[in-house]
């Protein structure tokens, strides 16, 4: 039998998933009956027999999943047996296929190839052609028709080549699309139409990657490397098409100096002896600008001059000095944080100067999942902006988030280690530490000892009692656990329950999901077990006891009748912190000796906690007499100096009072935002009832 196109999408959505996925999850993804979703699985489970391939199970409680012996063999053969494998794409599937083909293979891009390249009727790919010529005007190029030779794209080469990136960024988003990848593969690839010959040179121009890694002493993340492969294979069919790249020469002359340069003259000379293709220095200059822009897993920073890091190493400093303030945390190992985010500013600084585009998955769950971080990391951003002359996209902002958050909810360990772990992850080291310091506080006794990616990992023995990675990887002698990037409560929960299946014998304590699961059954009979569980977790919103989530209250929680002051004036900055903080102390939330402990933070390392003009938060660490997360709020209509500056004067005095460096940080977040619009600073420092500062509050935190 052979599979029809529904049932191969089928496949390969289980067949991509790192965890198990409930039924209600394909229903919703195929738009199809559970009855149609069950009939298929039928099907597909006789054709995986009929190919000597363990069938589709079923895991309780979690969904249904391929065994490893199957999606290895699967993984395997892919290339060979699933190129083919065609559904009903999506609109933005279709986009990018058909810019692809306009793109990658101009002699045959006609109707008649779009419509065999899509699966799509003639009105359909119109309407796509429409929105595609629309959005390559924008960016300065024309599409137009010709006759007798098909559709022909006219513009700038580098606009082009702009266009090429911004394609792969896309599709390795999206890491499902692995029709598209292919069928992107093989346009950039050049030469013979055999897929094995294209393959070779696809891993020729990843060795001669990994020799330029050896040189610059670094080492690139998995995905950069696929990246990159496919852009210098499509840099030698353009080459090929006499399509060239112009590069200003300034900027060559810059480019000319750093070590990249030289790695990719390594690359083009073998390239050349191989395959007789003659880089000309721009394409070579290029190249350069895609590696310094490339994500890395690991740099060694001993190899760099203090010159060539001094400006970054600078706004760097400064981005952490105002994610400390404005967080109102300390970093314990600040010099660490400063090393890890150099590791990736320093890329990002070049991609934002050479216009390199980057794939990010991550973006909208790191958004969606961490958004005071995000939020305090996007007023941070400025630094950069200012230092590279571009607005940061949200996308890389979104990356710097992971390094900051995973920094914020390290936790000084006082559990003895009971397991040793590693991580390996092909996004970089950003999204590395954030999912170890995730699974350290979720896992008592849990240390990650190593991070490293897929190629690192397939070249060692490691040595470890479990191995949690973010991609599909077959196990060795060590257990492996496969999770996302980003927990979410339900895969908490996941890994939660495996860890206790791979080292405890005895069966861990229902949680309070199971519990009311067993409640249900006595008086009812449950059709679909997985689902009603998995909606009753999300319902409840928790967890095993190890792994319920630290509740951040809103800004209206804290700031309310009882916390918010009125004065007049006050004799000194002293007085102002005392009289701001006397709410916190008669309800308990701190010690009297906080107090003290803020004023003499300010004596010591100055007015600091002068955030913005007419506004201080001050503040001390939890530990100097915190006993619950607190905030108070003091508005005086003369001004108070922290300093003989004008810059260092304060009308609001915002005392808060954290137990840790994160509980706060949602509604320390929803504070900057309300203090961000000057004309609401206006109105609180004209406020005289806590009724009008409630009001502003309340606005801030419903928006």
């Known amino acids: 039998m052979v599979l029809d196109k529904r049932r191969a999408h089928l496949l390969s959505i289980i067949q991509l998933s790192n965890d198990p996925i409930p039924t209600k999850d394909l229903v919703a993804k195929m738009n199809v009956s559970q009855r149609t ?17 363990d069938p589709i199970e079923t895991k309780h409680g979690e969904g249904l999943y391929l065994p490893d012996t199957t999606k290895s063999k699967l993984n395997l053969q892919k290339d060979e047996s699933f190129d083919n494998w065609q559904y009903q794409l999506s609109k933005q599937e279709r986009e990018v296929l058909i810019k692809s083909k306009i793109l990658l293979e101009e002699q045959d891009a006609s109707m008649q190839s779009f419509m065999d390249l899509t699966s799509m009727s003639r009105g359909t790919v119109a309407k796509v052609l429409k929105v595609i010529k629309e959005e390559f005007r924008q960016a300065g190029l024309t599409l137009y028709y010709q006759k007798g030779s098909g559709y022909r794209l006219s513009g700038p ?51 001669l990657l990994f020799e330029a890694e050896q040189q610059l002493g670094l080492t690139l993340t998995d995905e950069m490397v696929e990246i990159l492969s496919l852009q210098i294979l499509m840099i030698m069919k353009r080459i090929q098409s006499e399509k060239y790249i112009v590069v200003e020469e300034e900027e060559k002359q810059v480019l000319k100096q750093t070590e990249a ?36 897993q690991h740099d060694d920073f001993s190899r760099y001059t203090e010159r060539e890091l001094s400006g970054l190493r600078e706004v760097v400093q400064r981005m952490i000095s105002d994610f400390q303030l404005y967080s109102a945390v300390v970093f314990d190992d600040k010099k660490g944080l400063e090393e890890n985010l150099i590791f990736h500013i320093k890329p990002t600084y070049y991609r934002l100067k050479y216009g390199v585009k980057i794939a990010n998955d991550l973006a909208e769950s790191i958004q969606e999942n961490y958004p005071d971080i995000f939020h305090l990391t996007k007023r941070v951003m400025k630094h950069l902006e200012l230092y590279v002359g571009e607005q940061i996209p949200n996308e890389e902002v979104a990356y710097i988030t992971l390094h900051f958050g995973g920094w914020l909810t390290k936790e000084k360990k006082q559990v003895e280690t009971k397991y040793s772990a590693i991580i390996v992850c092909e996004n970089g080291i950003g999204t590395s530490n954030m999912l170890r310091t995730q699974l350290e506080n979720l896992i008592a006794g849990l240390n990650v000892t190593k991070t490293m990616s897929i190629r690192e990992y ?23 656990i496969h999770v996302p990037a980003i927990l979410t409560n339900l895969e908490k929960e996941q890994i939660m329950r495996r860890m206790n299946e791979l080292f405890h014998s005895k069966q861990p304590e229902k949680d309070s999901t199971d519990l009311l699961m067993d409640v249900i ?117 003369e001004p108070v ?6 810059k260092h004067r304060a009308q609001l005095v915002i005392v808060l009072a954290a137990i840790d460096n994160q509980t706060h940080l949602k509604a320390l977040a929803q504070l900057t935002e309300l203090l961000s619009d000057e004309e609401n600073v206006e109105r609180l420092i004209e406020a005289n009832d806590a009724k009008t500062v409630i009001e502003l509050v309340n606005k801030t935190v419903e928006a």
């Open 37 to 53: 979703i069950y009939y298929d699985l039928d099907q597909i489970n006789s054709w995986l027999e009929d190919q000597n391939l």
């Open 157 to 207: 080469e580098e606009t082009k080549r702009e266009m090429l990136s911004d394609i792969l960024a896309v599709i390795f988003s999206h890491p499902e699309w692995q029709n598209v990848r292919n069928e992107v593969h093989r346009m950039i690839e050049p030469g013979d139409e055999d897929s094995s010959q294209e393959t070779d040179q696809r891993n020729t121009v990843k060795n």
């Open 261 to 296: 340069y030289q790695a990719s003259l390594l690359i083009t000379n073998k390239l050349k002896d191989l395959w007789d293709v003659s880089f000309p220095d721009d394409e070579i200059c290029f190249i350069t600008m895609n590696l310094l822009g490339s994500k890395v």
């Open 458 to 480: 397939q070249s060692i023995e490691p040595e470890a009692d479990v191995i949690f990675s973010t991609n599909y990887i077959k196990a060795k002698d060590i257990p492996v």
């Open 521 to 637: 059954e006595q008086y009812a009979t449950i059709h679909q077990k997985d689902e009603l569980k998995r909606e009753l977790v999300q319902l409840l919103d928790q967890n095993t006891p190890l792994t319920k989530e630290l509740r951040k209250p809103m800004l209206n929680e804290l700031l309310t009748e009882k916390t918010i002051q009125f004065k007049d004036h006050v004799s000194s900055w002293e007085e102002a912190i005392e009289t701001a903080a006397q709410p916190l102390v008669d309800q308990e939330s701190i010690k009297p000796e906080y107090i003290q402990a803020m004023i003499d933070n300010v004596k010591e390392t100055g007015p600091y906690i002068v955030i913005a003009p007419r506004i201080a938060i001050p503040h001390a660490r939890p530990e100097a007499g915190v006993e619950k997360l607190g905030m108070s709020f003091l508005r005086l209509k």
């Open 641 to 646: 100096y922290f300093s003989d500056k004008e």
